[in-house]
C-alpha cells in the first residue's frame, strides 16, 4: 500500500497555519509524573520502587505518547496549538521535558503549582510569537482543610485583543458521586465568582472556561451553579447570563470512559463575548473531542491509557484532548 494512501487512512488532510485562528488544547494527560520522591507530596506512588513502578522508561514512553498526538494535531491543523493546557502534570521540570519532544515550538510556559495533595497542577504553555500573556490569578477552592488544584484565570492577548482563560480541575467523584458533589460544588461556586468579577469590570469579555469538572454538561455544577447551556438557541436568548457549553455542537460519546459509561468530564464553554463578532469569535466547528485510532482501544474505542489499577499499559491518557478554535477578528 501507497504511504500517502495508508497516512490518508489515520490522518486528514494536511491543512496549513492561520494567523487568523486561535486553537487551544486542554488534555487531561493521566499522571504525568517524574520518577522523583517529592517529600512535600503524595507522589510516592510514582517512583521506580512505588506501586506504580513508576521509572524513567516509562516516562519517556509517555512524553513520545503526548508528545506524538500533539504533533499530529500540528500536522492537521498546520501548526501546533497556540495554547496548550495539560491537566494533571507534577511539575514545570517535567512539563518542560514534554516540550521538548515537540521540534521547532515557540512556547512559553505559564505554570502555576497548587496544593494538590498529589502535587499535580494545570500546566500552560503559549506560543510566545503570536499571544502575550498579560497576567495569571489563581484562586484556591476551600475545601475545609483539604487540599485541590486551584482554579487559574490565564489574561491574554493576540493581536490586541484580550482574552480570557479560566481553567479547571475540580474535585474528582472519590467513592460516589454523591459523596464527593458538595467539593464540585464548591469549585463551581470559587470559578462563578471569578467570571462574575471579569463580567463586572470588563465589557463583553471573551472567556473560554475549560478543564475536566468531574460532572458532566447536565449536572448542577455546570448547569446551575456556572448556568452553562448545551442548547445555543437558549444560549442565546440571554448570553450575557450564560454560558455556551460546546458539547452541545458535538455528537462525540464523550472525553472518556469509566465503569462501563461513557463520559463528558472534559469540557469547554464560551462566554457572550465570542459570538459579538468583535475580537475572538467561535466558528461553526470551534470545538472537538480528538482522537485517532492509536489513541483507542476495546470494541467501544474507549482511550488507551497509561494505567488500569496498578498495572502498566503504556497508553497515552485515560482521557481524549478537546480541541477549540476561535478567530481572530
Same mark, same amino acid.
Given at each position: @500500500?501507497?504511504?500517502?494512501?495508508?497516512?490518508? %487512512?489515520?490522518?486528514?488532510?494536511?491543512?496549513?497555519?492561520?494567523?487568523?485562528? $486561535?486553537?487551544?488544547?486542554?488534555?487531561?494527560?493521566?499522571?504525568?509524573?517524574? +520518577?522523583?520522591?517529592?517529600?512535600?507530596?503524595?507522589? =510516592?506512588?510514582?517512583?521506580?520502587? #512505588?506501586?506504580?513502578?513508576?521509572?524513567?522508561?516509562?516516562?519517556?514512553?509517555?512524553? @513520545?505518547?503526548?508528545?506524538?498526538?500533539?504533533?499530529?494535531?500540528?500536522?492537521?491543523?498546520?501548526?501546533?496549538?497556540?495554547?496548550?493546557?495539560?491537566?494533571?502534570?507534577?511539575?514545570?521540570?517535567?512539563?518542560?521535558?514534554?516540550?521538548?519532544?515537540?521540534?521547532?515550538?515557540?512556547?512559553?510556559?505559564?505554570?502555576?503549582?497548587?496544593?494538590?495533595?498529589?502535587?499535580?497542577?494545570?500546566?500552560?504553555?503559549?506560543?510566545?510569537?503570536?499571544?502575550? $500573556?498579560?497576567?495569571?490569578? =489563581?484562586?484556591?477552592?476551600?475545601?475545609?482543610? *483539604?487540599?485541590?488544584?486551584?482554579?487559574? /484565570?490565564?489574561?491574554?492577548?493576540?493581536?490586541?485583543?484580550?482574552?480570557? /482563560?479560566?481553567?479547571?480541575?475540580?474535585?474528582?467523584?472519590?467513592?460516589?458521586?454523591?459523596?464527593?458533589?458538595?467539593?464540585? /460544588?464548591?469549585?463551581? *461556586?470559587?470559578? *462563578?465568582?471569578?467570571?462574575?468579577?471579569?463580567?463586572?469590570?470588563?465589557?463583553?469579555?471573551?472567556?473560554?472556561? %475549560?478543564?475536566?469538572?468531574?460532572?458532566?454538561?447536565?449536572? +448542577?455544577?455546570?448547569?446551575?451553579? $456556572?448556568?452553562? +447551556?448545551?442548547?445555543?438557541?437558549?444560549?442565546?436568548? =440571554?448570553?450575557?447570563?450564560?454560558?455556551?457549553?460546546?458539547?452541545?455542537?458535538?455528537?462525540?460519546?464523550?472525553?472518556?470512559?469509566?465503569?462501563?459509561?461513557?463520559?463528558?468530564?472534559?469540557?469547554? %464553554?464560551?462566554?457572550?463575548?465570542?459570538?459579538?463578532?468583535?475580537? /475572538? =469569535?467561535?466558528?461553526?466547528?470551534?470545538?472537538?473531542?480528538?482522537?485517532?485510532?492509536? %489513541?483507542?482501544? #476495546?470494541?467501544?474505542?474507549?482511550?488507551?491509557?497509561?494505567? *488500569?489499577?496498578?498495572?502498566?499499559?503504556?497508553?497515552?491518557?485515560?482521557?481524549?484532548? @478537546?480541541?477549540?478554535?476561535?478567530?481572530?477578528?
Amino acid at each position: @500500500m501507497a504511504l500517502g494512501v495508508l497516512l490518508s %487512512m489515520f490522518f486528514p488532510a494536511i491543512t496549513c497555519a492561520n494567523d487568523n485562528t $486561535l486553537t487551544i488544547l486542554w488534555w487531561n494527560v493521566e499522571n504525568l509524573f517524574d +520518577t522523583t520522591d517529592d517529600p512535600a507530596t503524595e507522589d =510516592s506512588e510514582f517512583t521506580p520502587e #512505588g506501586k506504580k513502578r513508576w521509572t524513567e522508561k516509562k516516562l519517556l514512553l509517555k512524553c @513520545m505518547r503526548l508528545s506524538h498526538i500533539i504533533k499530529v494535531v500540528r500536522l492537521q491543523k498546520g501548526a501546533y496549538p497556540d495554547i496548550l493546557v495539560l491537566g494533571e502534570v507534577e511539575n514545570r521540570q517535567v512539563f518542560k521535558r514534554l516540550l521538548s519532544f515537540l521540534p521547532e515550538n515557540r512556547y512559553k510556559t505559564a505554570y502555576r503549582a497548587s496544593n494538590d495533595h498529589r502535587g499535580i497542577d494545570i500546566a500552560v504553555a503559549y506560543d510566545s510569537t503570536k499571544i502575550v $500573556l498579560r497576567r495569571a490569578l =489563581s484562586r484556591n477552592v476551600n475545601l475545609k482543610g *483539604k487540599n485541590t488544584r486551584d482554579i487559574t /484565570l490565564y489574561s491574554f492577548s493576540a493581536k490586541d485583543s484580550p482574552f480570557f /482563560l479560566l481553567v479547571n480541575h475540580w474535585p474528582s467523584r472519590v467513592l460516589d458521586k454523591a459523596w464527593s458533589e458538595p467539593q464540585r /460544588l464548591l469549585a463551581a *461556586k470559587t470559578a *462563578k465568582s471569578i467570571i462574575d468579577s471579569l463580567r463586572s469590570s470588563v465589557t463583553n469579555a471573551d472567556i473560554i472556561v %475549560m478543564g475536566d469538572f468531574n460532572d458532566e454538561p447536565h449536572d +448542577t455544577s455546570i448547569r446551575k451553579v $456556572l448556568n452553562a +447551556t448545551t442548547d445555543k438557541q437558549a444560549f442565546l436568548e =440571554s448570553p450575557e447570563e450564560k454560558l455556551f457549553n460546546c458539547w452541545g455542537a458535538l455528537d462525540n460519546k464523550g472525553s472518556c470512559y469509566f465503569k462501563g459509561q461513557w463520559l463528558k468530564f472534559d469540557q469547554i %464553554m464560551a462566554s457572550a463575548g465570542l459570538f459579538d463578532k468583535k475580537g /475572538l =469569535s467561535i466558528t461553526d466547528s470551534a470545538f472537538s473531542c480528538f482522537s485517532i485510532p492509536h %489513541m483507542q482501544t #476495546g470494541n467501544k474505542g474507549r482511550p488507551y491509557a497509561t494505567y *488500569k489499577g496498578p498495572k502498566h499499559l503504556g497508553g497515552y491518557s485515560d482521557h481524549f484532548p @478537546m480541541l477549540f478554535e476561535a478567530e481572530l477578528q
